[in-house]
């Protein structure tokens, strides 16, 4: 029974948690003769909407002994949790991140150099890719009876290159001519033809411009120029000759430049030698014997730690790692190391730092005659056409303070970058010589004396170098 006319309520409390997904009971006012019904408690779960995953079970526990679950919090209902949908996915048919290249191994045993397993060769009509769609989710239910909606997962679409499609409903992507499937910037998917040179680059061939991967099994002689979309593999050497790859360059017997040698690929480079030329590679460069008098400029790392692994003269910047067995020689020749920045962002920061000059200068002669408009404004002197002049200028130095506040901000983005150098290193596995300056980020460190086995980085503020164990 309850006692005089006190409402249920008064005595037992329904509470409902935030997401909705629970609700409690809770007796706080009760006496020695307190009863209640199972009915009732009904009416009081009716009364507060609790209408989805009610535990009518404990309810009538709870009716049959209310003093056993005095002053506790019992959950009475559980809602159905919505469930997230998963996310669209592609599934491609090759490994694009297998870049271990292995020589093709003949029946007989033997193994051709010349041929490596590393090509994504496909035949026209040929499955590329997969597209997996996203699902919708399921949504949930309160214990209010409410619909709990959720995400739905987010589809994707293939990035189409050249020389692929994909079937009617976007699932299925597919190769329209025999070649070899290549992934370019931005991760677009491309099946190129593969063009292959039986012998030397010379007045024979010409200068070639591709849009698939090159392979040369000779010499690139001086004077000529390769492109391609895809990768540049030459058997034999480079001479004073230009090459240029979207992907991968790989030459087998070293590069003489004769200072007139410009190699550049968007991902990485791989030469036993390289003598007197410019390197250009967003990713690494790899090189088995040394790297002599020449200009480096590696996104990743410079690698430099075959059988012989020196780098004698020259500038050579990397992005994150320059690792070598030697370095210099005890002539003190004159070798740059620098690591931690990107050369292309210390350029930048020249030109922001001009620009923003610039602009600056201009605004101030803006403000200027802007003051004496004011003037004349305030004296009631301000003709039509400098009232228009004056409007033009309140335009220009809005764009001016616009632009002046993107500047610094891409300014303090470069700064912040010169900074977080900690991670960058210079690794010397036999011994760095006298006359090499080693550059981490904005700070500088001259090498006067012979120094084994050491790992340069940058801490607190300065260059140190630990021994290799």
């Known amino acids: 029974m309850i006692e005089g006319n006190m409402p249920l309520d008064f005595y037992i409390s329904i509470s409902v948690s935030d997401d909705k997904l629970s609700a409690y009971m809770q007796i706080s006012n009760i006496y020695d003769e307190f009863k209640v019904t199972a ?105 209010t009876g409410e619909t709990l909606f959720t995400k ?25 001519i025999d070649g070899m499937v290549v992934r370019t910037d931005r991760d677009k998917i491309n099946v190129f033809p593969v063009y292959e040179i039986n012998g030397n680059v010379d007045y024979n061939v010409g200068n070639i411009d591709f849009i698939g991967t090159v392979v ?19 058997t034999g050497g480079v001479e004073a000759a230009e090459l240029e790859a979207e992907g991968s360059i790989d030459i087998s017997a070293g590069i003489v430049g004769q200072n007139k040698a410009f190699i550049k690929a968007g991902k990485n480079i791989k030469s036993s030698f390289i003598q007197d030329a410019t390197i250009e590679v967003a990713g ?34 990397a992005g994150e790692l320059v690792s070598a067995r030697t370095v210099g020689n005890s002539m003190s020749t004159t070798t740059i190391i620098e690591v931690g920045v990107l050369p292309e962002l210390r350029n930048e920061m020249l030109h922001l730092r001009n620009q923003l000059r610039v602009t600056m200068e201009n605004s101030e002669k803006t403000d200027k005659a802007l003051s004496i408009l004011d003037q004349l404004a305030a004296v009631g002197q301000l003709s039509p056409d400098k009232l228009a002049m004056r409007i033009k200028l309140n335009n220009t130095k809005k764009q001016a303070i616009d632009e002046q506040s993107a500047i610094k901000e891409r300014i303090l983005e470069i700064e912040k970058s010169l900074e977080d150098s900690e991670n960058a290193k210079v690794q010397i596995v036999s011994t760095i010589y006298g006359g090499t300056k080693i550059v981490i980020g904005r700070y500088t460190k001259f090498i006067k004396d012979p120094t084994s086995r050491v790992t340069f980085r940058l801490h607190e503020g300065d260059i140190t170098f630990s021994t290799n164990v």
């Open 39 to 143: 009915g009732q408690l009904a009416d009081l779960v009716q009364k507060n909407h609790i209408q989805h995953g009610l535990n009518h079970v404990l309810i009538a526990e709870i009716a049959a002994n209310p003093k056993s679950f005095y002053l506790k919090k019992t959950l009475i209902a559980s809602g159905t949790k919505p469930v997230e949908g998963q996310n669209g996915f592609i599934k491609l048919t090759f490994d694009f991140d297998d870049n271990d290249k292995k020589p093709l191994e003949l029946e007989d045993g033997k193994v051709n150099y010349k041929e490596v397993v590393s090509l994504h060769n496909v035949r026209k009509g040929q499955l590329i890719g997969q597209r997996f769609l996203a699902t919708a989710g399921t949504p949930g239910r309160a214990v």
């Open 152 to 176: 739905a997962g987010k589809d994707v679409r293939f990035k189409l290159g050249k020389n692929v499609v994909t079937d009617a409903e976007q699932n299925g992507l597919y190769a329209t």
């Open 216 to 234: 040369i099994r000779g010499n690139v002689l001086p004077g000529f120029k390769i492109r391609a979309a895809g990768d540049i593999r030459v």
């Open 284 to 317: 690494d460069l790899t090189v088995t014997q040394s790297i002599m008098h020449s200009t480096v400029r590696a996104g990743r790392g410079v690698h430099c730690v075959g059988s012989k692994g020196l780098i004698v003269g020259g500038t050579i910047q």
